[in-house]
């Protein structure tokens, strides 16, 4: 959608769902036979067999029923009645044919066959993966298609020399599925790799330690009721197999660490879990080739496997923040059409150099930076610089890659591609945000070291101590002991515990928390311990809906109005209609020659005169005179932050038209509710500083901490300069927004959070996203961290009363080997049910009740 103005309150994108209406007399309301959406009065064909909604159902339809795959519409009313496929855009995809193209997103098989991976946009449901699938019937060449239905991602295997990756690309098109390949499928090939040796681990510890606790049943069954020799040696061997393959295989990742450490001199919590591991291992294996003593490799086993599960969530966690470059890749399009001699040939955007020349049309995204050299055009940039409103670009001005045009077709030479355009720069501000972001170190690891150092000193004066007064063996059964029940895993297990369970509980109340800092960071903050909390305007503290506040001007205007904007989905037109409608049939047909300016306004010809409704640049640019009085309230409305609208008839403007946006609600309540636990609020908004300035005003924030007019670089400055003070200096940083403008400030704090509706590329960069506007959500999330570290402090200090009890029983001989491998793994059940108790309680009631919005 356009907006009307420079500087006004930004308007978010959106296009509003189709609904059914009701047709004119003696035509009835049916709906599409390919996707069930009602048909146009204009597309009814009263004799035809079949009714479509647009030519994109149609096409769709004639494929599938040509192919014979007529089951699916059945399969797809099983699954689900409302489906509703996307159509695709009819792109001929000839790029994807290129060299270039093909070198970059595609790979030879064996056989001489070529793989590619698609995002597939339309797939929503079970029968799109059971048409998809069925590819290989309906195109020949195509030896296998799979789709992902979570993901939306195709992989489709191929053979050049019987059809080209174009033709296979527009079928899917046709099917209703337009394909986009995945740029960092290299990346996530690795990633993926990666995972699947961490799931490989956790599966395999998961049932050596499921064996391993079996056996231990039947030997522990045994010292109760008695066992045959031969049936407990076969146990006692058994588990040491088990045990030694847990510790080898999937257990290897604590010993290699430990020794990592080791060699570069740096203590870290694994050392002492790989020696008691170690120890215990020993320990066992020597009980077992002397047929004496008790075993260890069940507690062992155990171990190994709740290690790995915490480990894997750690990494699965750690991984969401490095999925921003592909997302803000993805932002600008695959192939451009590039002007070569007196043609136009469709190429893939790696092929687009400087000073080349590219056409882009209404609704596209701009492929790279350039400078326009033919055609007058709207262009809606406000995804990556923040400002609220499209604005006119004509020949000799700039245009950055991922900005849509609006309007008109506009001829570009191209001045940067890549990584050097704007969208390639803030990709790199993100990079270097997520990678710079200072990390908390937990106390775990910060008393790994000393740990270690007390734990072997422990160890020796107590082999020491029993050796001299019981004997060798006694001494090596109480130092067995006490390295057994020392063993830091409930230590280890602790936070990272803690922080699953807080991270369920977050997303159970709406709350993805993609790292676990990001809790620690957020409960540090109080009155006395102040933080900085940056928020954006739009989206967060408002709505983005424009709101008619005041009309001045004759009163029989206002159905005009309602009438000529009705058939606008600008949101300045939503706003009029719904403050000034209804509007009757017999005005709508008394309307002509409407014409509506991208950007600016609309013009009709009604009863009353030739009417104009836009704003006051484009009645002056239309020779609209405005006079002395009806200037003065366009000065006043702009001055107090509202956007501003004129209603003109032939020629002399009668009325001006104040709008505002909307605060979210309970916003006021909540900004109320941060500053009292700490939080110091400041606005970085791209919109103009008036109506910045306003919105400062009515949620309650200091007008010298509302910033317009930022550019992403200039919001990227702010927060480096409130993280560059020194850690003890300063308070936590948080910043809060949605748009790609925000995702390089997001990546740079302490702790960043975009909300619902937010760029993807905002969402991964951010450690946390709220799935609702606004900034509600945020108050739980700052309670939910206050009460997470709650419980983990709770928890770090079971482990250590564990460790110091069981350490002084052990040394004091009142703990056998036996005993010691029971209490080991009951530790960390200890810890795990301490967790498990976190309150599920939300805010209070109080703290729910909801302003008027």
């Not at 850690?727 to 910043?735: F, K, L, Q, S, Y």
Request: charged share 20%; glycine share 8%; with cysteine.
């Amino acid at each position: 959608m356009l907006s009307r103005r420079q500087g006004a309150v930004r308007v978010t994108s959106a296009t509003s769902a189709q609904e059914p209406v009701e047709h004119a007399q003696g035509i009835p309301n049916v709906s599409c036979d390919h996707c069930g959406l009602p048909v146009p009065i204009a597309l009814f064909e009263a004799d035809a067999a079949h009714q479509f909604c647009c030519g994109g159902c149609a096409v769709a339809y004639e494929v599938i029923h040509g192919a014979g795959l007529d089951e699916y519409y059945a399969v797809r009313q099983r699954v689900v009645s409302s489906a509703q496929p996307s159509q695709g855009i009819g792109s001929t995809y000839l790029a994807y044919d290129s060299s270039v193209f093909l070198d970059r997103h595609t790979h030879t098989t064996e056989g001489g066959l070529r793989a590619a991976e698609f995002r597939l946009g339309g797939v929503h449901c079970a029968a799109c993966v059971w048409l998809v699938e069925k590819l290989p019937k309906i195109v020949p060449g195509v030896v296998e298609s799979r789709l992902s239905l979570g993901s939306a991602r195709a992989r489709v295997v191929w053979d050049p020399e019987r059809v080209s990756l174009s033709c296979v690309a527009r079928q899917l098109d046709r099917l209703g599925y337009s394909p986009q390949p995945i740029r960092d499928s290299a990346n996530r090939q690795v990633h993926d790799a990666d995972n699947r040796r961490r799931l490989v681990r956790v599966a395999v510890a998961g049932a050596l330690a499921g064996n391993n606790m079996l056996i231990a049943l039947a030997l522990y069954a045994g010292v109760f009721d008695g066992i045959e020799t031969q049936f407990a040696t076969l146990f006692r061997w058994l588990s040491l197999g088990l045990g030694w393959i847990s510790l080898l295989w999937p257990g290897a990742t604590f010993f290699r660490s430990a020794i990592t450490g080791l060699r570069a001199g740096v203590p870290n919590l694994d050392q002492p879990i790989a020696g008691a591991l170690a120890v215990g291992a020993v320990a066992g294996t020597a009980n077992v080739l002397l047929a004496r003593g008790d075993i260890y490799f069940d507690s062992l086993s155990v171990l190994v496997f709740l290690l790995l599960v915490g480990r894997y969530l750690q990494a699965m966690q750690q991984r969401w923040a490095h999925e921003a470059v592909g997302l803000m890749l993805s932002m600008t399009p695959d192939t451009c059409r590039v002007v070569r001699g007196a043609e136009l040939v469709e190429e893939p955007i790696e092929a687009l150099a400087c000073d080349d020349v590219f056409e882009v049309r209404p609704g596209e995204l701009f492929p790279a930076d350039g400078v326009v050299i033919s055609g007058r055009s709207a262009i809606d940039q406000s995804i990556l610089t923040g400002e609220s409103t499209p604005h006119t670009v004509d020949r000799g001005d700039t245009v950055c890659a991922a900005a849509q045009n609006l309007a008109a077709t506009l001829r570009v030479k191209t001045s940067a591609v890549g990584a050097e355009t704007r969208v390639g720069k803030l990709t790199q501000l993100v990079e270097d945000g997520l990678s710079t972001k200072p990390a908390i170190v937990r106390f775990a690891d910060r008393v790994a070291g000393w740990f270690i150092v007390i734990v072997s000193a422990l160890a020796a004066l107590n082999l020491t101590w029993w050796g001299t007064t019981t004997g060798l063996a006694g001494a090596v059964d109480s130092t067995v002991a006490l390295l057994i029940v020392a063993c830091p895993c409930a230590l280890g297990l602790a936070t990272p515990l803690t922080m699953a369970v807080a991270i369920g509980k977050g997303s159970q109340r709406g709350m993805l928390i993609k790292s676990a800092t990001a809790l620690e960071q957020l409960a540090r903050i109080s009155p006395k311990n102040p933080g900085h909390l940056l928020l954006d305007k739009t989206g967060t503290l408002t709505r983005a809906v424009l709101r008619m506040e005041q009309w001045h001007g004759p009163i029989e205007l206002q159905s005009w109005v309602a009438a000529i904007e009705s058939e606008s989905n600008h949101p300045v037109a939503k706003a009029l209609v719904a403050r000034l409608g209804p509007v009757s049939a017999e005005q709508t047909d008394s309307l002509f020659d409407r014409t509506e300016v991208h950007g600016s306004g609309v013009r009709a010809r009604t009863p009353l005169g030739l009417m104009l409704v836009g704003s006051p640049r484009f009645a002056r640019e239309s020779g609209v005179f405005i006079a002395a009085d009806k200037v003065t309230l366009i000065d006043h409305g702009r001055a107090q932050g509202y956007l501003v609208a004129v209603v003109a008839l032939d020629n002399h403007v009668h009325a001006v038209i104040w709008l505002s946006d909307t605060l979210q609600a309970n916003c006021r309540r909540d900004i109320a509710r941060l500053i009292e636990g700490g939080w110091c609020p400041t606005i970085l908004s791209g919109d103009a500083s008036q109506p910045v300035q306003m919105v400062a005003q009515a949620v309650g924030i200091e007008p010298t901490q509302a910033h317009g007019e930022l550019s992403p670089e200039e919001k990227l400055a702010h927060v480096r300069r409130c993280v560059s003070v020194p850690e003890g200096e300063r308070g936590v940083v948080a910043m809060v927004g949605d748009g790609v403008n925000d995702a390089a400030a997001l990546a740079a704090a302490d702790v960043g959070i975009a909300v619902q509706g937010g760029a993807e590329v905002s969402l991964a960069a951010a450690d946390v996203y709220l799935n609702e506007p606004g900034i509600g959500k945020l108050v739980e999330l700052v309670e939910l961290a206050e009460e997470t570290m709650r419980v983990a402090r709770r928890n770090l200090g079971l482990s250590l009363g564990y460790n110091l009890v069981a350490v002084t029983l052990a040394i004091a001989g009142l703990i056998t080997p036996l005993v010691a491998a029971i209490l080991m793994p009951i530790s960390s059940a200890t810890v795990l049910a301490s967790a498990a108790t976190f309150s599920t309680t939300k805010r209070s009631a109080s703290s729910l009740q909801r302003e008027p919005s």
